[in-house]
């Protein structure tokens, strides 16, 4: 995550929200999770191309999967607000943070664990 290469720092933060959508809560560093959020808060927007697109995602899942900072994931989400990120020549977008947190709030699903991770 603390990579000078894009490839690198953008695995790593897919390869934190993937770890928070499966691991237990008692498991978890909530100080070192907290930090995470707070540097994505700070840096977002200045971030390389694919690591705004992952550090958004890593705000969803710290908000979906990760009770403990519910409060705080959906504070962040809203102050980052829509994400900026260059998909070429797709239809794909980014998903505003704060409504995908709100949709799992609503479904109560916020806390329930994946079985497995797709990466």
């Excluded at 934190?16 to 237990?24: E, F, G, K, R, V």
């Excluded at 840096?43 to 403990?68: D, R």
């Excluded at 998909?87 to 479904?107: F, Q, R």
């Amino acid at each position: 995550m603390a990579s000078d290469e894009e490839r690198i720092e953008d695995t790593g933060w897919s390869c934190y929200a993937n770890y928070l959508s499966l691991t237990p809560n008692e498991e978890i560093n909530e100080t070192e999770v907290l930090t995470l959020l707070e540097n994505v808060e700070k840096n977002i927007h200045e971030a390389k191309n694919s690591v705004k697109y992952t550090m958004n995602q890593f705000v969803i899942c710290t908000g979906s999967y990760y009770p403990p900072l519910l409060e705080k994931a959906i504070s962040v989400a809203k102050n980052i607000g829509q994400v900026h990120v260059d998909m070429g020549d797709t239809s794909c977008k980014v998903p505003l943070a704060s409504d995908y947190i709100e949709k799992v709030i609503e479904k109560d699903r916020v806390g329930k664990k994946r079985k497995r991770a797709i990466c």
